[in-house]
């Protein structure tokens, strides 16, 4: 048995033709490859986005998991080790008071900065991926209804107009401040703000998602074969769920990325200004807030949370770009 | 280009008058009572009085009403009354004497009206916002020219770079560590912004300029960062078109080619990103005023929401939308007016 059933034929009939030479096949054809694998080929390439991507995997992982190597809690008082200082501070400094139970020092209060930096990472973390998720369900629903539905349009991008001419951040102090204590009572202080933060940036940071989701759904649409399935009678959802999606996923991967950047710095922004977090609940702007009335002493405590947010928005951004490179078909492959 | 600016004028109203009934809305949520500082030793009754005299004790849509009266009708009076009175440019027109002692929009905190306070605020925002403003415009330009024109070089990488660094690290982050650089340790500038300076000779105007520097840079390099990436994407749109080819091929110098042929057209994206970047600096320098302690609209606005201060709120919210909406409508305007392929009409 061969691979067709017309060389069996061939075979049967016992009078076998030698192919002519041109025709004949030099060797094996290449695999197929598949789209994904020629995206990760593109996105190795850029270096900055791998760093990127790893060092966000790497602090994802750091928290996710820290807790576990790191077992001090970030709330506890050690006010007899209170203020010391990192432990690399006694490279240029032997008199600092510096000690391996609190590698990297301990603030105001005795508590330990490592720890806390864990649990900051872990909230805003969590604030990060749940407010991008949230955005991304809104932008990406009002994009490919817009897009679809012709009577939806008008309105729903009306809508997202509207809500690309408020002021962002000022209406987000103003919600934060004002829902806080209804949101406080109801779900307990870190859960009630918790859901107030994500629910804010998530309502507030959508549009451009929409925007872009929609023009790709509009484009895709006239395609021939969204056509084909709506003349097999393919339900509406049923079209967008196995032809539109899949399809518009690229944009929608690269405006994730921007969205968990500008999520994380939204937080942390709110908890700067006083109006995030409870106070006993450590995340990376709050420990950098209150770090800044002792910067001159201890400068650590604000660089600590700082480059961490920094680093942290700085390789998901470079991620950002990595995947819009790799994931462009014009730009790929060259 | 006339009828379609003039139709998204009319347009821009109920946008606005519906963000300013949803910012009204939200406030009217707000679980804040303005009486909270009050002493408990005063009776009910009287805290009721005092409510009905800040007007809380109507119905919302009625307070909305008089709020949009007295920022709509009353306070454009008193506008034009200091125009015909005070101002230097309009002040020999016959004083019109439009305001005749209506109730104007008032701050809960101060009780006095909040256009008044907002107007003492605006000069500390334009000056350090606004220049940071320019200065960020003046940097990002050049920068994206040349890195476009030598696409991938090390200069390119180094400014994508830097233009990555300035776009993540917050301006709550990077305020702090100049002051831990150049106010602690150095010793070069101060650290908090004095805005009862007054400049009059020579050492006052170095002391200003040190005291500028430093919120200015911080706001600019965000202003940058996000610029120079757009000028460089739309210089490299421009510089591999045919125009710039036959440009090239009829033999005109590459300063005038680069500068003249391709700037011109990467200009028009550029600008209206310049002029859709305005109101959100006023937005962003929320944080950067209070990092350098600066009291502007910025800081007006936390320390009005921190002292559950509605009226102020919510007509420092509304002018923040105003300007957003207003410079769309500009920067759509502007494109139309630059590119003569966009025709909205």
């Known amino acids: 048995m061969t691979d067709s059933p017309q060389d069996d034929l061939i075979l049967a009939e016992g009078a ?13 054809m290449a695999p197929p490859r598949s789209k994904w694998r020629d995206v990760w080929e593109q996105f190795r390439k850029h270096k900055g986005a791998m760093m990127g991507a790893f060092f966000l995997f790497f602090i994802t992982f750091g928290v996710l998991i ?31 008071k510096v000690g391996w139970n609190h590698p990297l020092g301990s603030d105001q209060l005795g508590r330990d900065n490592l720890s806390q930096l864990i649990a900051g990472g872990r909230a805003s973390m969590a604030v990060g991926w749940a407010a991008m998720l949230l955005s991304l369900l809104i ?18 991008m009306r809508l997202t107009d509207l809500f690309l001419s408020l002021p962002i951040l000022p209406l987000l102090l103003v919600a934060v401040t004002l829902f806080r204590q209804p949101l406080r009572a109801n779900f307990g202080p870190e859960g009630g703000m918790f859901i107030l933060i994500v629910t804010v940036v998530g309502i507030t940071s959508w549009m451009p998602t929409a ?12 395609r021939e074969f969204v056509l084909a399935a709506r003349s097999i009678g393919t339900q509406p959802f049923k079209i967008i769920k196995r032809h539109l999606l899949p399809n518009v996923l690229s944009p929608i991967m690269v405006s994730a990325t921007l969205g968990l950047a500008t999520a994380i710095i939204t937080e942390s922004a709110l908890s700067f200004l006083g109006v995030g977090f409870p106070s006993d609940f450590p995340t990376w702007g709050k420990m950098l807030a209150d770090a800044v009335a002792r910067m001159e002493d ?28 790799a994931l462009d078909p014009r730009i790929r492959g060259r | 280009m006339l009828t379609y600016a003039i139709r998204r004028l009319v347009l821009s109203v109920p946008t606005l008058l519906f963000i300013s009934f949803v910012i009204f809305m939200l406030l009217q949520l707000a679980p804040g009572d303005p009486m909270a500082q009050v002493p408990l030793t005063v009776p009910p009754e009287v805290k009721q009085k005092m409510r009905e005299a800040l007007g809380v004790g109507e119905p919302a849509l009625v307070q909305y009403w008089k709020w949009l009266v007295q920022v709509f009708w009353t306070e454009p009076k008193v506008f034009i009354d200091w125009l015909t009175r005070d101002s230097f440019l309009l002040g020999w027109l016959p004083d019109t004497n439009l305001y005749q002692g209506e109730l104007r929009v008032i701050s ?10 907002v107007l003492q605020r605006i000069p500390q925002t334009l000056w350090v916002v606004g220049l940071s403003y320019v200065v960020g415009v003046l940097i990002a330009l050049p920068i994206g020219i040349y890195s476009a024109y030598r696409q991938y070089s090390t200069f390119d990488q180094a400014g994508t770079f830097v233009t990555m660094v300035g776009f993540s690290i917050p301006p709550f982050f990077t305020g702090p560590l100049l002051i831990v650089i150049f106010s602690v340790y150095l010793g070069w500038f101060p650290s908090i912004y004095d805005t009862t300076h007054v400049v009059n000779d020579w050492e006052s105007f170095k002391y200003q300029l040190s005291q500028m520097i430093m919120p200015v840079m911080v706001l600019a390099l965000q202003t940058t960062a996000q610029l120079s990436r757009y000028m460089r994407a739309s210089m490299l749109d421009n510089l591999n078109q045919d125009y710039v080819r036959t440009a090239r091929a009829k033999g005109l110098s590459e300063a005038v080619v680069v500068m003249v042929h391709v700037l011109r057209n ?15 600096i006023f937005g962003g320098a929320i944080i950067t005023e209070n990092v350098f302690k600066v009291n502007g609209i910025g800081q007006l606005l936390i320390t009005a929401l921190f002292a559950n201060d509605l009226p102020m709120v919510m007509t420092l919210t ?14 759509d305007i502007l494109y139309g007016l630059l590119d003569p392929r966009i025709r909205y009409d």
């Open chain 1, 16 to 28: 076998r033709v030698a192919p002519i030479e041109a025709l004949k096949d030099k060797g094996p």
């Open chain 2, 266 to 280: 990467s200009m028009i994206p550029v600008i209206t990103v310049i002029a859709l970047g305005v109101p959100a």
């Open chain 1, 66 to 96: 820290g807790p576990y190597l790191w077992t001090l809690d970030p709330q506890a008082l050690d006010i007899r080790n209170k203020d010391m200082r990192p432990i690399y501070t006694a490279l240029w400094n032997s008199e600092a």
């Open chain 1, 211 to 222: 925007r872009i989701v929609r023009g790709d759904v509009l484009a895709i649409k006239e």
């Open chain 2, 108 to 117: 809960w905190q101060t009780r006095s009206p909040v256009m008044d306070i």
């Open chain 1, 139 to 156: 932008g990406t629903g009002v994009g490919v209804m817009a897009g679809y539905f012709k009577k939806l349009d008008g309105p729903l």
């Open chain 1, 298 to 325: 201890f400068p650590e405590r604000v660089l600590l949370p700082g480059v961490a947010i920094s680093l942290t928005v700085l390789g998901v951004n470079y991620l950002g770009d990595g995947l819009r490179d």
């Open chain 2, 318 to 331: 509304f002018i923040f939308a105003f300007l957003i909406v207003m410079f769309n409508l500009i920067a």
